[in-house]
Structures are given as structure tokens and as C-alpha cells.
């Protein structure tokens, strides 16, 4: 059974960047492809983007300029990192495996709130 | 992008109602569709795929149907620990979007 724990500072002041690490067990990230996503409080989902099992990464546009997502699969984990944060940004911060391609998300981490303050 | 907008936002029910949740493409998306479950505190959970596909281990009484732009989650026989908020998801092309969430409550 394949599953996701994201790590990271759980407070980040503004204008620096946001780190979270996923690390897969149960599988391996050499396969599927794999994605961030993240909900303010009390809001939707928002999908940030993923990376598939090539390396290759695609991002929403909305954050692109601002966001990066890395595999290492010698740790078998993947990355986010999001620079220039502000208070917008505080979220939980899921990671999620796509089992088929880049589709419908099957397994997901129990999530990461970071909060953006000073 | 496309849009996806999800009616209801919010509903109350009682046990043994049927319940139907609507998502609305703003472009067609191919049965590119998947729908999740998300309890307070919690990640979401897939319900289904491919609009009506119903994935392992999910109780039959959540269905998906639709086609082009519109699609519908239909919970049977509502139950009590189907109280939670449902999201859809369109995956027919990039950036993936979300529905903005139906909360369903059990009067």
C-alpha cells in the first residue's frame, strides 16, 4: 500500500520560500506520476502542479513563476518549493500520487498546514 | 483553464435520501472526471474516475454519470458518515482544475 508523508516548517515569514518534502513508501517514485496541491482554510482545492516519472514538471500558471517541484529518487521523495510567499499562500499542502498518467489522484498524504507570518 | 463549477455549495439531507451533487465544465471534458470525498481535518479521498467509474473499496451507492460538460455524483442512500465535502475534478487537460466543494450535511 502506497503511502505519502509531507515534512517541512510549519511557519514561514513572508517573502521567503516554502519547502515540503514528500516521501513515498510502498512503491516507487520511479513510476506515476506525482503532484502538490493545496487548500487555504476553510477553502477549495488548488492544484499547484506535479511531476512525472521522467522528471519532467508542469505547473499551474498562476503559480509558475514562483514554483518548483523536484524528484529525488535515490530517497524516493519529491519536492516543493515556492518562493516569495505571503500571507495568501498559507494553506495545508497535500501530496498525491496519480496512479494512471495525469489524472485522477488515488493516494494522498495527510497533508501540511504552513503558515505564512511574520 | 477550465472552469468547474459545482452546485449545490451546500446541502442538508436526511438518512436514506437521495442526493445528487452537479459539476459543470466550462469547456467539454471527455468523461475526464473524477470525483472525491473530504472529511474535516482529512486529505480527500477518490470516489470515482472517469466520471463514473467506481474506484476500489468505495460503497456502490456513490454513482457518477454525465457527458461533454456536465456531470452528477448520486449518493443512493444517504448515511450518516457520507456527511463531508465532495469535490470534483476535471483532468482533460492542464492545469488540472477542482470544483469549489459541495458541503453535505445530514439533517
Known amino acids: 500500500q502506497v503511502q505519502l508523508q509531507e515534512s517541512g516548517p510549519g511557519l514561514v515569514k513572508p517573502s521567503e520560500t516554502l519547502s515540503l518534502t514528500c516521501s513515498v513508501s510502498?512503491?516507487?517514485?520511479?513510476?506515476?506520476?506525482w503532484s502538490w496541491i493545496r487548500q487555504p482554510p476553510g477553502k477549495g482545492l488548488e492544484w499547484i502542479g506535479c511531476?512525472?516519472?521522467?522528471?519532467?514538471?508542469n505547473y499551474s500558471p498562476s503559480l509558475k513563476s514562483r514554483v518548483a517541484i523536484s524528484v529525488d529518487t535515490s530517497m524516493n521523495h519529491f519536492s516543493l518549493t515556492l518562493r516569495s510567499v505571503t500571507a495568501a499562500d498559507t494553506a495545508v499542502y497535500y501530496c498525491?500520487?496519480?496512479?494512471?498518467?495525469?489524472?485522477?489522484?488515488?493516494?494522498w498524504g495527510q497533508g501540511a498546514l504552513v503558515t505564512v507570518s511574520s | 483553464d477550465i472552469q468547474m463549477t459545482q452546485s449545490p455549495s451546500s446541502l442538508s439531507a436526511s438518512v436514506g435520501d437521495r442526493v445528487t451533487i452537479t459539476c459543470r465544465a466550462s469547456?467539454?471534458?471527455?468523461?475526464?472526471l473524477a470525483w472525491y470525498q473530504q472529511k474535516p481535518g482529512k486529505a480527500p479521498n477518490l470516489l470515482l474516475y472517469?466520471?463514473?467509474r467506481l474506484e476500489s473499496g468505495v460503497p456502490s451507492r456513490f454513482s457518477g454519470s454525465g457527458s461533454g460538460t456536465d456531470y452528477a455524483l448520486t449518493i443512493s442512500s444517504l448515511r450518516p458518515e457520507d456527511s463531508a465535502t465532495y469535490y470534483c475534478?476535471?483532468?482533460?487537460?492542464?492545469?488540472?482544475?477542482f470544483g469549489a466543494g459541495t458541503k453535505v450535511e445530514i439533517k
Open positions: 469547456q467539454g471534458i471527455g468523461n475526464s
Open positions: 511531476i512525472s516519472d521522467s522528471g519532467k514538471p
Open positions: 498525491a500520487r496519480y496512479p494512471a498518467g495525469l489524472r485522477w489522484l488515488d493516494h
Open positions: 475534478q476535471q483532468y482533460y487537460s492542464v492545469p488540472l482544475t
Open positions: 510502498g512503491g516507487s517514485i520511479s513510476s506515476n506520476y
Open positions: 472517469d466520471a463514473s
